[in-house]
């Protein structure tokens, strides 16, 4: 298995406050990956990294801000939670090519109330 | 954009049926394409992936082809077990994109012995 875990796998917390999950990598792979999945809609991309502080917007990345300051941690910031931010979060790694496979991690069950 | 459309679930089979999940996708130039397969409480791993038209995926029984004159990637197994019910995702990664992958909204199968 992919070395790659996510913390915490759990989090229940209130609208307005400040949440961050982390994504942890031994790979020493390039690219991670930010994704959503709720009911309906499968997997959306929220932001990825390209490398160390190379971060770019995915299709849903409104509410949320990311940061590499590390080959192997990825941060997902939820500056202000919200109800709608409630979801499952899943983080992903890539090598160097779009034919290699993004490796996922276990995923973080966030819940706002 | 590019988008990926799969055929809606739930899909329920008896042990032994034969499988197929549709995937067609909307793309521009040459996508690879790719099936992850989601088990219950866990993170989506690869099942197959094709990188250019006519090529065929496959692994543990199950087969894609990519067909480039219909857009799709449909997926099949011969002879499902009860170990195979888990949640089904197509997905396409266009080239030049960053390794970005686009999914399918998911199916969930169900084999029942």
């Known amino acids: 298995d992919a070395g790659i875990t996510q913390s915490p796998r759990h989090k229940v917390t209130e609208t307005g406050t400040p949440v961050t999950l982390r994504c942890h990598q031994t790979e020493n792979h390039r690219y991670m990956y930010w994704y959503r999945q709720d009911p309906g809609h499968g997997l959306r991309l929220i932001h990825y990294?390209?490398?160390?502080?190379?971060?770019d917007k995915g299709e849903v990345s409104d509410g949320y801000s990311v940061s590499r300051s590390k080959t192997e941690d990825f941060l997902l910031t939820l500056e202000s939670a919200t109800s709608s931010q409630t979801s499952v979060y899943f983080c992903a790694i890539s090598a160097s090519s779009g034919i290699d496979e993004q490796f996922f991690g276990p995923g973080t069950r966030l819940t706002v109330l | 954009g590019d988008s990926v459309t799969q055929m809606e679930g739930p899909v329920t089979l008896s042990e032994e049926a034969f499988l197929t999940i549709n995937c067609t996708y909307t793309a521009t130039g040459y996508p690879s394409l790719f099936w992850y397969v989601q088990y219950p409480g866990e993170g989506l791993q690869l099942l197959l992936k094709?990188?250019?038209?006519?090529d065929k995926g496959s692994n543990k029984g199950f087969e894609a082809t990519y067909r480039k004159e219909t857009t799709s990637f449909h997926l099949e197994k011969g002879s499902v077990q009860v170990s195979d019910s888990a949640v089904y995702f197509c997905?396409?990664?266009?080239?030049?994109?960053?390794?970005?992958?686009?999914f399918g909204k998911g199916t969930l199968l169900t084999v029942n012995p």
């Open positions: 990294s390209y490398g160390v502080k190379d971060t």
């Open positions: 094709a990188t250019k038209a006519d």
């Open positions: 997905a396409l990664s266009p080239p030049r994109s960053n390794y970005k992958l686009t």
